[in-house]
């Protein structure tokens, strides 16, 4: 069966029908089971039907029992019948009478011993009744209505028992086929016939023998119960009424209940004709087995009926067909179990296997395309070492020295691009969800990549609609993503082609909106194949037109990505030589626009014109422990008009700070991972110092990490703002021009 | 992949849960508790404020129903009815058992022996102020043990004897015959008269007829029987509480008296083997003159019958202290049992205590001497009798003395007192009585003290 799974499984991962997979695994499932629930089913019945065997055993046994226990009363009244035969001549007066029926009482099994005379009148051992005008009167000769030689009733009420339930016995002295001699006994003074002897017993006598004690739980509470009726139905001892005061009929009973497998027409039918036979019957939410069995007395037309609680049956059945449902469960389960083991195991195995593998392609690919560069770096340093001291190639030079930079630059582009996307794919960037106006950041995009576009002789056309102007987002991936898009529409549409790039909005519901962005270009498109690998890494089209540009291969990666982070995707849709749609659809919340935004929108203005505003002569403090990067930072905002002074780590900078003038330092960049004192650290210690520019002097931290935990971390620690390293001087300007702004909107 | 796994493992969850419920496996609930509460069959009870009450059974059934409706909680209550005689069976034999009893209501003298189980709750919480301003503190006291209080007395009654005055005046005994609610008190000289003359004329008689009841079957003589051996001045207990019977000659005197009535035709022909039955039977066919007689009696509907209002006398009853001018006081009330279930014991004084808060289930207590002071107030002119007994309180004995081991055992004080008054009735083959008063007096206080020995040493009760 596993083997069947297996392949079976195999199949289905063969069509890759995922859903069908699962839904056949949970139908053999169900088909195991509901095999397991016929069979314990089929084996129930076998095992009720032995227990009932059972039942029936100890029906057949009890009947027997009290068989022989009311002939041996029959007996005994036998006996009482010769002794007063013996006595009779003796017995005279009344009080004779009852002293000797006392001390037959006294004497026998019997609580009362009577005489019934042959008018009906009867001695007990206390009194002598005579018709039935006398309240105290009881008709015993009722009980040889049918001229029957033996009698037994049940009764509820007898005056001389008080409130006891009894049994009466009755054995006809004349006549009687079993004993002829006790024709003729004559007592008392009228010399009257004793009819019959009467035997009276407590009905406890004969109950007691009737709880079944194969059927009495832990607890002693009895599980089954006897009952003797009659053939009209009529309860000549109930042993589970015993309490109750009216006795019931079985007929009626069975008329009345809540359930029956046999009509009370049925149990009479079956008890006129002497079969022995069983039946369910529920009453007051009880389900009883009765099993029903004639009297083996020909003197007795009664019926034993074994009455079981239907627990009983079923415990002695549902635990052997609980084990097996049990067993078969459990040694199911643990081959279900070790097949989903095995099929993890092997899953694991080959995402194991798949992740090694793209891992070494990885490497391969990093390898390639960061020698790639480097090489080209190297060969360029080499040809102008050779070169230098040439002054005719000089010229020669200055191209070698811009494609140096522009190599370096790719370089440092692949390796931000290769982090950022380790980064997401571990999970680790977080999506800031902060207000963005969407307008603002599209005409951003569109202007930082309007030159780019318009200088390769391509038409640019924005088409901008926008319903919510305020969202919740995360501006920088979005931005990062909208310049990728585009900067790859510029790069891949040539000279007289058009990119349009168009933002609409619509809404999600009454909080939410989604924002999709457009950029369609006429540009040389993708190919099929190209398309499917789109979002793969290091992923470029060489068959297009496109040789000419450069990219790490990763952009689309890293978009794709973080347009899922954000909960939104992207759709691209191209055509070799015609051109390519990208639409990215970006689901946020709706809110207010915050002041800060309205500020700076209506300062924008106002802050651009003021920007080199005696800011070249300032004094800027450098903490950077790297020697030559603290060099070139140092020359590069020499080159600009600053007086940068440098300091090797996060301590000296905290002491030349101290040393300083209030207000000397009017920028301190800061390094982030510095020996004896990080830039964290130390930026708290100068936020913490006792002087008036503490607090107010511009810290900016200096990483290589663009990480958004390194950008918490620095801003925790008292930092205005973040530069990524290598330093660019423009972005230095305007975040001071930022700062300074704040500053005073805050004032 | 995690989730594919959680997935697919739910599937098989319910699928083993879906078999599972099909192979007939239901939900369990909580049942609701069953509150079962036992009552012998023998407790008869006159409830003049509703004549449908005719036993205390319908009675603790009737309030049952009342008390779920109002209850705030969902319970069941049961009330069974036990063949009377038979607590062990009905009681200590289900202790443990799904159908032990939570409350049973029964006489003291019953009841007091499964105090001494450790399975009777102590149960004073139940009184409130108004219950102990209404309740005679000298009721609550028959409840108390050890200073605690574990039967909640309901109704009490008082036993004496009612003789048939038909029989008396028709033998010349007229002038010992007291008129109207009247219970009267004869010598033992006068007994001794009244009990030969009667015996002797029904003899002459030739029907049977005897004067005096007489019982040693089984174990219902302790109180009545037990109160004769008084008859002499005997206090039959010494100051610890134990018999002090074989040197006291007033016992062996009543003893002797006792059985001296077996030879003068004073009860039913073998009076070892009769039952109080026997005579019940005896008695209200008109063929025994004395039997005993208390206001929650089955005879006492014929004694209202009998009673001629505008005369204030009786035609055919009579009402006499027992031999020796005793009475017994015999209350009847609850007892709680703990089962291992304290809620069901919260319910059960929750039951009670409303059963003794609601006036119309308080008020069925008249009828017989009800111990509620309010009660007895209300209905004390609607009581026949009821005046009589209450001032013959003075002559009632405490017969049980609370002891342990009055009931419940083979080897219990009414076990061994029937069986020993039993031989002192029996003759031998030679017409010899099979033991004489000294030796009774002497086996009985020898066995009954072994019994409250006995009872003393496995003596347990509830904190």
């Not at chain 1, 310049?483 to 168009?502: E, L, Q």
């Not at chain 1, 890494?537 to 954000?566: C, E, H, P, Y």
């Not at chain 2, 009450?53 to 409706?69: G, P, Y």
Request: with cysteine; aromatic share 10%.
């Amino acid at each position: 069966m596993c083997s069947i799974l297996l392949e079976s499984c195999e199949f289905m991962k063969r069509s890759k029908s995922k859903r069908f997979y699962a839904l056949f695994i949970f139908f053999i499932i169900i088909v195991i089971f509901l095999a397991i629930y016929v069979y314990s089913i089929v084996t129930g019945n076998i095992l009720e039907d032995a227990a009932v065997d059972n039942i029936r055993e100890v029906a057949v046994h009890d009947r027997n029992t009290i068989t022989m226990f009311i002939e041996y009363n029959w007996k005994n009244q036998q006996r009482i019948g010769e002794r007063l035969k013996r006595n009779s001549q003796n017995l005279k007066t009344v009080s004779q009478i009852n002293e000797y029926l006392g001390l037959e009482s006294y004497e026998s099994t019997f609580d009362k011993v009577y005489l019934l005379m042959e008018d009906g009148s009867y001695y007990t051992d206390i009194t002598y009744r005579k018709g039935s005008e006398d309240p105290d009167y009881y008709p015993y000769m009722d009980l040889f209505a049918n001229t029957d030689s033996y009698k037994v009733i049940g009764y509820d009420s007898l005056p001389v028992m008080g409130s006891d339930k009894v049994v009466i016995y009755g054995y006809r002295l004349p006549d009687n086929p079993q004993d002829e001699v006790l024709s003729g006994i004559k007592i008392g003074e009228d010399q009257k016939e004793v009819y019959a002897v009467i035997g009276i017993c407590k009905r406890s006598s004969i109950v007691d023998g009737l709880v079944i004690e194969n059927y009495v739980d832990d607890s002693g509470n009895t599980q089954g119960y006897s009952s003797v009726v009659n053939k009209n139905g009529e309860y000549v001892v109930d042993r589970k009424d015993a309490a109750s005061s009216v006795p019931e009929n079985l007929f009626d009973i069975i008329k009345h209940c809540d359930s029956s497998d046999l009509t009370s027409s049925d149990v009479q039918e079956k008890m006129l004709a002497g079969e022995e036979f069983w039946f369910y019957m529920e009453k007051n939410g009880v389900r009883e087995l009765n099993y029903c069995t004639p009297l083996n007395s020909s003197s007795v037309n009664w019926y034993f009926i074994m009455s079981v609680n239907n627990r009983v049956v079923k415990d002695q059945t549902e635990l052997f067909v609980l084990l097996i449902i049990a067993a078969m469960s459990a040694a199911i389960i643990v081959i279900i179990i070790a097949f989903v083991l095995t099929l993890i195991m092997q899953r694991k195995t080959q995402l194991a296997h798949a992740q090694e593998k793209a891992q070494s392609e990885f490497l391969s690919n990093m390898s390639h395309e960061i020698r790639t560069p480097l090489n080209g770096i190297v060969g360029l340093n080499y040809l102008m070492m050779n070169a230098i001291d040439t002054p005719e190639k000089h010229l020669q030079i200055k191209e070698w020295l811009k494609k140096s930079q522009n190599t370096a630059e790719y370089l440092l582009a692949l390796i931000n691009d290769v982090l950022d996307i380790s980064k997401l794919q571990a999970g680790k960037v977080e999506v800031t969800r902060t207000p963005m106006l969407v307008e603002t950041m599209s005409e951003s995009v569109c202007s930082m990549q309007y030159d780019n576009i318009t200088g390769r002789g391509v038409e640019f056309i924005k088409d901008i609609h926008i319903t919510v102007p305020c969202i919740q987002c995360d501006e920088v991936h979005i931005k990062q993503v909208l310049m990728n898009i585009v900067g790859n529409a510029a790069k891949f549409t040539p000279a007289g082609g058009s990119i349009k790039f168009s933002v609409n909005q619509s809404m999600i519901d009454e909080n939410h909106v989604m924002t999709t962005f457009v950029c369609e270009d006429t540009g040389c498109g993708m190919s099929r194949e190209f398309l499917d690998e789109i979002f793969n890494k290091f992923t470029q089209d060489r068959s297009s037109t496109s040789n000419s540009t450069k990219g790490t291969g990763l952009g689309m990666a890293i978009s794709k990505l973080l347009v899922n982070a954000m909960g939104g995707d992207i759709i691209v849709e191209s055509e070799l030589n015609k051109g390519s749609t990208f639409t990215v659809e970006i689901p946020a919340e709706i809110c207010e626009i915050p002041d800060y935004l309205k500020i700076n929108s209506d300062d924008a203005e106002k802050t651009t014109d003021k920007s080199d505003n005696g800011v070249k002569s300032m004094k800027i403090l450098v903490a950077e422990d790297n020697g030559l990067n603290a060099e070139i930072l140092m020359e590069i905002l020499s080159q600009f008009g600053f007086v940068p002074v440098h300091a090797q780590n996060g301590q000296e900078a905290v002491e030349i700070f101290e040393r300083s003038k209030i207000n000397e330092f009017g920028i301190i960049l800061m390094d982030m991972r510095m020996p004896v004192l990080d830039g964290c650290e130390a930026s708290s210690r100068i936020r913490n110092l006792d002087r008036e520019d503490a607090k107010t002097v511009t810290i900016f931290a200096c990483t290589a990490n663009s990480f958004q935990e390194d950008r918490d971390k620095a801003l925790g620690s008292g930092m205005n703002d973040f530069l990524t390293k290598p330093i660019d001087i423009n972005t230095l300007l305007s975040k001071m021009e930022k700062i300074d702004r704040e500053k005073h909107n805050v004032q | 992949m995690k989730k594919r796994i959680t997935a697919f493992l739910l599937q098989i969850i319910i699928a083993v849960s879906f078999v599972f419920c099909l192979s007939g496996c239901s939900e369990q609930k909580e049942p609701e508790k069953e509150i079962i509460i036992k009552v012998p069959h023998t407790s008869t009870m006159n409830c003049i404020s509703n004549e449908n009450i005719k036993n205390v059974r319908t009675l603790l059934e009737l309030a049952s129903e009342d008390f779920i409706a109002q209850y705030d909680k969902k319970v069941k209550i049961k009330v069974v009815e036990f063949e009377g005689g038979e607590e062990t069976k009905a009681i200590t034999n289900s202790f443990g058992k799904s159908d032990a009893a939570d409350i049973l209501y029964d006489g003291f003298f019953n009841m007091s022996s499964f105090i001494h189980t450790g399975k009777v709750v102590p149960i004073d919480d139940i009184l409130t102020q108004e219950m102990k301003e209404d309740i005679s503190p000298a009721y609550l006291e028959h409840g108390r043990f050890d200073n605690k209080l574990y039967m909640m007395p309901y109704m009490s009654s008082e036993n004496i004897l009612i003789y048939n005055r038909e029989m008396l005046e028709k033998y010349g005994l007229g002038e010992y015959i007291d008129e109207g609610e009247v219970i009267s008190n004869w010598s033992m000289e006068d007994w001794t008269k009244i009990l030969n003359t009667l015996a002797d004329e029904f003899a002459k008689e030739g029907r049977g007829k005897v004067p005096m009841m007489m019982y040693a079957k089984d174990n219902q003589g302790d109180t009545h029987i037990m109160t004769m051996l008084r008859a002499f001045g005997s206090e039959l207990f010494d100051s610890s509480n134990n018999f002090d019977l074989a040197d006291d000659p007033d016992v062996i005197s009543a003893l002797r008296w006792l059985q001296n009535g077996v030879d003068s035709g004073w009860y039913l022909p073998v009076p070892y083997d009769k039952t109080m039955s026997d005579n019940s039977s005896k008695f209200k066919m008109d063929e025994l003159t004395f039997y005993n007689f208390n206001l929650g009696s089955s005879t006492y509907s014929r004694v209202k019958e009998d009673y001629n209002a505008e005369t204030k006398t009786f035609k055919k009853y009579g009402f006499v202290n027992y031999p020796g001018n005793h009475c017994t006081i015999f209350n009847e009330g609850f007892e709680i049992f703990d089962n291992g279930d304290n809620e069901k014991i919260e319910i059960a004084k929750d039951f009670i205590r409303y059963f003794y808060e609601t006036d119309k289930w308080l008020e069925c207590s008249a009828g017989s001497i009800p111990v509620s002071k309010k009660v007895m107030e209300k209905y004390k002119d609607d009581i026949l009798l009821l005046e009589a007994f209450s001032h013959n309180t003075v002559n009632s004995v405490d017969y049980t003395h609370n002891l342990p081991n009055w009931q419940g055992s083979e080897n219990s004080v009414r076990s061994v007192f029937y069986k020993e008054i039993a031989l002192l009735m029996t003759k031998d083959a030679n017409g010899n009585f099979a033991v004489t008063p000294e030796q009774c007096a002497s086996n009985l206080q020898e066995k009954l003290n072994t019994a409250i020995s006995e009872g003393r040493k496995n003596s347990t009760l509830h904190e």
